[in-house]
């Protein structure tokens, strides 16, 4: 049986699960066969006091000029926090040379939270990301990133009214799907879907605590489960259970992530309620 090949770029954290610590094991007991293109190398995530990064664009380059000799082909590309700007006109470019018939590009603007910027990150980042989105299928930023590419103001505890504004704001720019995440409304928490220019929505119980890089685990399920089934509601519903059931299995107060492992290995996340 052939599996989806999809290629995940996004940097590698030594320590503090989230990009490819968390997108590997997910996409891979998801089903999907997952090829990297690692963009940096991080001593640990950025929510640390002190990191260490080494930027690997050079090595990209030369990585792809190896992949175009060997004529590699993905059904699908899924993109997270890249690093530094000048690795978003390459990844046009690995786009343009390894798309399959078919192929998807899913990107999570992963630049910012809360209303701010991720701390490696500035306007010059914000600019480029605007630009690589007009060549995605699907975009799943949360409110701040969303604010940040189209120019809105970021709101604390937005209203469903005011996010969808900002959706549409935000769809002047791209054409791609886009699936807001982390949306809100009284006691619930999902996701905002803007496809052919209606909303959907997808809603559940809100967890009382919030933890580090439960992003980049919702990215990764929704990758495999929409390339699985091209459902954008089943992809959210179970994307979102594999986070709820990762936080529900974490101690309070844990930097270092949430407890995917546990919630993927029970494997509940993927029934439907
Ligand atoms: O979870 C997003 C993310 C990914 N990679 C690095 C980060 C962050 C968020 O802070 O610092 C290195």
New binding site residues.
Partial sequence: MLSKRILTM??L?CV?Q??LT?ALPVLSAMGVEACVLPT?V?S????FEK?S?LDLTEEVRKIMKIWKENSFKFDAFYL??L?SAPLMDIARECFKDFSADGAKVIIDP?FG?NGKL???FDGQYVEEMKKLIKSADIILPNLTEACYLCGADYKENASVEYTEEVIKKLSAHTDAVIVLTGAERNGEIGEIIYSDGKFSYVWDKKLPVRF??T??IFAAAFTAEYLDTGSLDKACAVAGRLVAESIKATEPEHRYGVNFEYALRRGTYRQSK
Avoid at 44 to 47: E, G, I, V
């Fill in positions: 996004q940097d954290s503090g989230c990009s968390v940096a991080l640990n995530h950025t929510m990191w990064c997270g926090y690093g992963a939270d991720y701390p490696a580090h890089g992003g980049d």
